[in-house]
């Protein structure tokens, strides 16, 4: 009985450990942190890429339109917040809202652009 007790004692600290350093990713996160979203539009000649990569506090964008066969780039950079599932976009003083749901991401202007999570 004795050495049952001690080999049980023994392998407590295993399965607690094993339990404690568990690294998946929480699904459901509220974090945006380390995803790129894409958005693709071709409308009356004009077609359209843009992509936006998160990371911890800010954002990356790299863009460009293609009109009559020629590409106009556009990148630049900037911070958000995100309060699910409202992020909202700062660069220099201006501001841009966009609503998260599932793998897509809507921007909410005028003329809305829908991203897909890459």
């Known amino acids: 009985m004795k050495k049952v007790l001690f080999l049980l004692f023994l392998t407590l600290p295993f399965i607690f450990n094993s339990c404690i350093t568990d690294d998946d990713p929480i699904v459901g996160s509220s974090s945006l942190n380390g995803t790129t ?63 998260v749901s599932g793998n897509k991401m809507t921007t909410e202007e005028e003329y809305p652009m829908v991203f897909v999570k890459k």
């Open 37 to 99: 979203w894409v958005y693709y539009g071709d409308e009356e000649g004009l077609e359209s890429e843009l992509s936006i990569t998160f990371s911890e506090e800010t954002y990356t964008f790299y863009g460009y339109d293609m009109v009559d066969g020629e590409k106009d780039e556009y990148f630049g950079s900037g911070s958000y917040t995100y309060d699910p599932p409202i992020v909202t976009f700062i660069e220099d003083e201006d501001t841009l809202t966009a609503t």
